[in-house]
């Protein structure tokens, strides 16, 4: 038997994750008034020495929480699952939302009216002093006008702090706090006085001195909090718990960890410090088993049962840290996503394999928590154990969407394209989403923007106009296309235009948080910032990079495919015949429903079976995905009501009909990869601030809805404001050739370039991947589609109507988590649009 199955959690482990499933997220004020105090009292000190004041008033003021059951303490907010406001990036969008963030469509937060009015108070003291506000001024009106076209956006960190990092864990469970400050001195005793460089590096050893000294401070307020709980203790148990977590905290992690015990809570205290010091998402624990598993083979007093319940707390742990953004951001990253993403497997640093006993403790740990953090990862190669990947299969078809798959045939020599050494790019990690990096060595500014492929096509056809304005260069539009090469012409114009001024925002941002915002704490964890005396956000990294990322690649893809066919190949219509039915919409209301979305929400069983009949008579088909994409399609175009022949609709029709990505067609695929090569190669001709390069990413998080709303109609037969295709993955509903031939498309795209990640959603029926045969199935499948130089890919295994069910009644489905783009999340909480976009992916099935 292949099949191993799953123990069950503890109770323990039980009630922590009923905590997380009943909090309602609140947005709390102690940060942001500590803060600002600090900043007040700090004022014409060097930025970095500021930093740390405001670091060491967190660090020695916010309030100590420790929640019932834990075992694995050190907590950001009072309440769970809740957020505190970092307004010294951006603030005036939270204000805008205290009467209406409670309400709005995807992810609410509570916000007291004494927490508002706390908030109020603080923000006073921050207009013209915050990153946003520097960043703007830096940014040219061709920049600002991008982004408000919908072209491209730099909000994640024009609004907020950078994150996208993995700190190096295991220096701090060898040799604690001490270590990093023992370190600080040393590199200030053997500065030259005589050297004018010395003098900023003075002021940033100072820092990390300062913040690592309160750090140390709040472990030792978690150990006195933890002794007071265990004094007013009756319950023998639970008090030898607090005792045993009150000398944990005084150990750790000012000191390194002795035993696996400890190195779990020094390994969640960094954690915590580095979401505290900055509002940052996807900070990632990286790899995860390859640190803390010579912890666990070092520890022989340890019950294995026990050392798995400390993990899945560390599990409840991750899910318990959250952030807020302002109301459109929050579409776009939809299900409370915080992105950390901790990854097991693959290669060390020399090339061995690199799996043990911690990898698989990990995946034994989701099937124990079930909930959408961490973002949980395996690294695949062709030394990879078959009965790792087995075990990985078995995660999967929980139905979690987890663990994402990772090739390191294609991601380490991407790596060392960029300048990264063999050694380093074989230990690389996963941070947010899809991104690798060599782990704390690099700033990646990964996910610096998402740049939308789709409208630039858009832009394309109409001139470099954008509606009524100009927006790009003039070039021919559509109406004067002889042949696509006119199209190819004028799209690689109006890139090279949209992807400099996507630079120069990317640029200005990244200025703008290495004046205000250096981080002393996360910068003593990076690599050789300590050796270089200077912090991450100035270029102290080994490694520096920035990465935006794109979508509608195959939108844009199927659109060219689409336009060579009908108009230039086969002269079915004409450009300007087409140009007329896309300024039209073919016709439809802005807006409108896709009918055959329709056709999926509203099917009588009468309907379905005599749909089924009709493609089982015509192509004989009985696999049951292909056979209910089938259905769906069926009916999408046999509706009660009449046919639509206005020109506009057969012209709709024509487009609709055409072969498209995902189906293992060259002509097609090929053309999508070009479009995509387009964006990469122009991204990767810049460099950023901190002397690092420019590389190219291709996912979308969940902006491929919002986004989506941006884009008129295309010639795919796409209608205006429809959701554009996820990542890489091809168009929902149009990869009807199976997952093999779907998986064959995606691997053609030339993932290497794409270096800072690709997203490849795969969607399963469960009974694919039931039995001992449905796991070798699974992993045949990611083995080939690594052996065609795929990146990655991830599933959802669940069915439509599940699905359908969860959104009308969704307290029964709370604990439901779905793969949403680079992230799980409880499909109840994600706005119905983005549930509608994950319904409607195409049920694979081998």
């Given at each position: 038997?292949?099949?191993?199955?799953?123990?069950?959690?503890?109770?323990?482990?039980?009630r922590l994750?009923?905590?997380?499933?009943?909090?309602?997220?609140?947005?709390?004020?102690?940060r942001?008034?500590?803060?600002?105090?600090?900043?007040?009292?700090?004022?014409?000190?060097?930025?970095?020495t500021?930093?740390?004041k405001?670091a060491?008033?967190?660090?020695?003021?916010?309030?100590?929480?420790?929640?019932?059951d834990?075992?694995?303490?050190?907590?950001i907010?009072?309440?769970?699952?809740?957020?505190?406001?970092?307004?010294?990036?951006?603030?005036?969008w939270?204000?805008?939302?205290?009467?209406?963030?409670?309400?709005?469509?995807?992810?609410?937060?509570?916000?007291?009216?004494?927490t508002?009015?706390?908030?109020?108070?603080?923000?006073k003291?921050?207009?013209?002093?915050?990153?946003?506000?520097?960043?703007?001024s830096?940014?040219?009106?061709?920049?600002?006008?991008?982004?408000?076209?919908?072209?491209?956006?730099v909000g994640?960190?024009?609004?907020?702090?950078?994150?996208?990092?993995?700190?190096?864990?295991?220096?701090?469970?060898?040799?604690?706090?001490?270590g990093?400050?023992a370190?600080?001195?040393?590199?200030?005793?053997?500065?030259?006085?005589?050297?004018?460089?010395?003098?900023?590096?003075?002021?940033?050893?100072?820092?990390?001195?300062?913040?690592?000294?309160?750090?140390?401070?709040?472990?030792?307020?978690?150990?006195?909090?933890?002794?007071?709980?265990?004094?007013?203790?009756?319950?023998?148990?639970?008090?030898?718990?607090?005792?045993?977590?009150?000398?944990?905290?005084t150990?750790?992690?000012?000191?390194?960890?002795?035993?696996?015990?400890?190195?779990?809570?020094?390994?969640?205290?960094?954690?915590?410090?580095?979401?505290?010091?900055?509002?940052?998402?996807?900070?990632?624990p990286?790899?995860?088993?390859?640190y803390?598993?010579?912890?666990?083979?070092?520890?022989?007093?340890?019950?294995?049962?026990?050392?798995?319940?400390?993990?899945?707390?560390?599990?409840?742990?991750?899910?318990?840290v959250?952030?807020?953004?302002?109301?459109?951001?929050?579409?776009?990253f939809?299900?409370?996503?915080?992105?950390?993403?901790?990854?097991?497997?693959?290669?060390?640093?020399?090339?061995?394999d690199?799996?043990?006993?911690?990898?698989?403790?990990?995946?034994?740990?989701?099937?124990?928590?079930?909930?959408?953090?961490?973002?949980?990862?395996?690294?695949?190669w062709?030394?990879?154990?078959?009965?790792?990947?087995?075990?990985?299969?078995?995660?999967?078809?929980?139905?979690?969407?987890?663990?994402?798959?990772?090739?390191?045939?294609v991601?380490?020599?991407?790596?060392?394209n960029?300048?990264?050494?063999?050694?380093?790019?074989r230990?690389?990690?996963?941070?947010?989403?899809?991104?690798?990096?060599?782990?704390?060595k690099?700033?990646?500014?990964?996910?610096?923007a998402?740049?939308?492929?789709?409208?630039?096509?858009?832009?394309?056809?109409?001139g470099?106009?954008?509606?009524?304005?100009?927006?790009?260069?003039?070039?021919?539009?559509?109406?004067?296309?002889?042949?696509?090469d006119?199209?190819?012409?004028?799209?690689?114009?109006?890139?090279?235009?949209?992807?400099?001024?996507?630079?120069?925002?990317?640029?200005?941002?990244?200025l703008?948080?290495?004046?205000?915002?250096?981080?002393?704490?996360?910068?003593?964890?990076?690599?050789?910032?300590?050796?270089?005396?200077?912090?991450?956000?100035?270029?102290?990294?080994?490694?520096?990079?920035?990465?935006?990322?794109?979508?509608g690649?195959?939108?844009?893809?199927?659109?060219?495919?689409?336009?060579?066919?009908?108009?230039?190949?086969?002269?079915?219509?004409?450009?300007?015949?087409?140009?007329?039915?896309?300024?039209?919409?073919?016709?439809?209301?802005?807006?409108?429903?896709?009918?055959?979305?329709?056709?999926?929400?509203?099917?009588?069983?009468?309907?379905?079976?005599?749909?089924?009949?009709?493609?089982?008579?015509?192509?004989?088909?009985?696999?049951?995905?292909?056979?209910?994409?089938?259905?769906y399609?069926?009916?999408?175009?046999?509706?009660?009501?009449?046919?639509?022949?206005?020109?506009?609709?057969?012209?709709?029709?024509?487009?609709?009909?055409?072969?498209?990505?995902?189906?293992?067609?060259?002509?097609?695929?090929?053309?999508?990869?070009?479009?995509?090569?387009?964006y990469?190669?122009?991204?990767?001709?810049?460099?950023?601030?901190?002397?690092?390069?420019?590389?190219?990413?291709?996912?979308?998080?969940?902006?491929n809805?919002?986004?989506?709303?941006?884009?008129?109609?295309?010639?795919?037969?796409?209608?205006?404001?429809a959701?554009?295709?996820d990542?890489?993955?091809?168009?929902?509903?149009?990869?009807?050739n199976?997952?093999?031939?779907?998986?064959?498309?995606?691997?053609?795209?030339?993932?290497?370039?794409?270096?800072?990640g690709?997203?490849?959603?795969?969607?399963?029926?469960?009974?694919?991947?039931?039995?001992?045969a449905g796991?070798?199935?699974?992993?045949?499948?990611?083995?080939?589609?690594?052996?065609?130089?795929?990146?990655?890919?991830?599933?959802n295994?669940?069915?439509?109507?599940?699905?359908?069910?969860?959104?009308?009644?969704?307290?029964?489905?709370?604990?439901?988590?779905?793969?949403?783009?680079?992230?799980?999340?409880?499909?109840?909480?994600?706005?119905?649009?983005?549930?509608?976009?994950?319904?409607?992916?195409?049920?694979?099935?081998f």
């Open positions: 038997m292949i099949e191993k199955g799953f123990s069950q959690p503890t109770d323990r482990i039980k994750k009923e905590q997380i499933l009943s909090a309602r997220p609140h947005v709390e004020s102690e942001a008034v500590l803060v600002t105090e600090a900043f007040k009292a700090s004022e014409g000190l060097p930025a970095i500021r930093r740390a405001a060491e008033k967190i660090f020695n003021e916010l309030p100590v929480t420790i929640r019932d834990e075992l694995i303490v050190g907590a907010t009072k309440n769970p699952r809740s957020t505190e406001i970092c307004p010294e990036f951006s603030f005036d939270v204000e805008a939302e205290f009467d209406t963030m409670a309400g709005r469509v995807a992810d609410p937060f509570e916000i007291p009216k004494e508002a009015a706390e908030l109020h108070e603080a923000f003291y921050w207009p013209g002093k915050t990153t946003s506000d520097l960043a703007a830096y940014m040219s009106k061709e920049a600002k006008d991008c982004q408000a076209a919908g072209v491209f956006t994640n960190y024009y609004f907020g702090g950078v994150g996208h990092v993995c700190v190096d864990y295991g220096k701090i469970l060898a040799e604690g706090f001490r990093v400050i370190d600080a001195v040393m590199e200030l005793e053997k500065l030259d006085p005589m050297d004018p460089g010395s003098i900023k590096k003075e002021q940033f050893y100072n820092a990390i001195i300062v913040t690592y000294s309160a750090a140390i401070n709040f472990a030792h307020r978690y150990a006195a909090k933890a002794a007071e709980l265990a004094n007013a203790e009756s319950n023998p148990t639970r008090k030898a718990e607090l005792q045993q977590i009150a000398q944990n905290c150990r750790v992690p000012e000191n390194g960890a002795r035993t696996f015990w400890e190195a779990c809570q020094a390994m969640w205290f960094v954690q915590c410090m580095l979401q505290i010091e900055s509002s940052g998402h996807s900070i990632s990286g790899r995860f088993d390859q803390m598993d010579p912890f666990l083979q070092a520890d022989t007093s340890i019950d294995r049962a026990f050392a798995q319940e400390l993990i899945d707390c560390i599990w409840i742990k991750l899910n318990d959250n952030k807020t953004r302002d109301e459109v951001s929050a579409q776009a939809a299900g409370y996503a915080v992105f950390q993403n901790l990854c097991v497997g693959g290669q060390t640093p020399d090339g061995l690199a799996t043990n006993e911690v990898s698989y403790m990990c995946m034994e740990a989701v099937s124990h928590v079930r909930l959408p953090a961490p973002s949980f990862s395996i690294r695949v062709q030394g990879s154990p078959d009965a790792f990947l087995f075990r990985a299969a078995e995660v999967v078809r929980l139905g979690l969407g987890v663990p994402a798959v990772y090739n390191d045939e991601i380490i020599p991407s790596l060392q960029r300048g990264v050494t063999l050694e380093d790019a230990d690389y990690g996963i941070v947010g989403c899809v991104e690798p990096q060599a782990i704390h690099t700033e990646g500014w990964h996910d610096a998402f740049f939308n492929v789709a409208k630039v096509m858009e832009i394309t056809m109409n470099g106009k954008a509606g009524d304005q100009q927006l790009g260069p003039v070039t021919n539009p559509m109406a004067d296309w002889t042949s696509i006119d199209f190819y012409a004028a799209y690689e114009a109006q890139m090279s235009y949209f992807v400099r001024y996507l630079v120069e925002a990317d640029n200005c941002v990244d703008a948080h290495a004046e205000r915002a250096p981080l002393p704490f996360q910068s003593a964890l990076v690599d050789d910032c300590m050796g270089r005396g200077m912090s991450v956000q100035e270029g102290g990294a080994i490694y520096n990079f920035t990465g935006p990322q794109a979508f690649v195959a939108d844009t893809g199927d659109s060219v495919y689409a336009m060579k066919k009908f108009v230039f190949d086969e002269k079915k219509i004409t450009s300007a015949e087409l140009k007329e039915a896309l300024d039209a919409n073919f016709g439809m209301a802005i807006g409108e429903a896709n009918p055959a979305a329709a056709a999926k929400d509203d099917m009588t069983e009468e309907r379905v079976y005599a749909a089924v009949q009709k493609v089982l008579a015509h192509s004989g088909s009985t696999d049951v995905a292909t056979l209910k994409n089938e259905v399609a069926t009916l999408a175009n046999e509706t009660d009501a009449p046919a639509d022949t206005s020109k506009y609709a057969q012209i709709r029709r024509l487009l609709d009909s055409a072969p498209a990505f995902g189906n293992d067609i060259d002509a097609v695929d090929l053309i999508a990869r070009r479009c995509a090569q387009t990469c190669k122009e991204v990767e001709k810049y460099t950023n601030p901190r002397g690092g390069q420019f590389q190219a990413g291709i996912y979308p998080v969940s902006a809805v919002l986004f989506g709303k941006d884009v008129s109609a295309l010639p795919d037969g796409r209608p205006a404001k959701p554009l295709a990542g890489v993955s091809p168009r929902q509903g149009k990869d009807v199976g997952p093999t031939a779907a998986a064959n498309s995606v691997a053609k795209l030339d993932h290497f370039i794409a270096s800072n690709t997203l490849y959603n795969q969607k399963f029926l469960p009974s694919a991947l039931a039995g001992d796991l070798q199935n699974f992993a045949s499948l990611v083995r080939s589609y690594f052996d065609h130089k795929g990146m990655h890919v991830q599933f295994v669940i069915d439509r109507e599940t699905l359908i069910e969860a959104q009308k009644n969704p307290d029964a489905h709370r604990d439901l988590v779905v793969r949403v783009a680079g992230y799980s999340a409880q499909f109840v909480v994600l706005a119905k649009e983005v549930q509608d976009d994950i319904i409607s992916r195409t049920e694979q099935s």
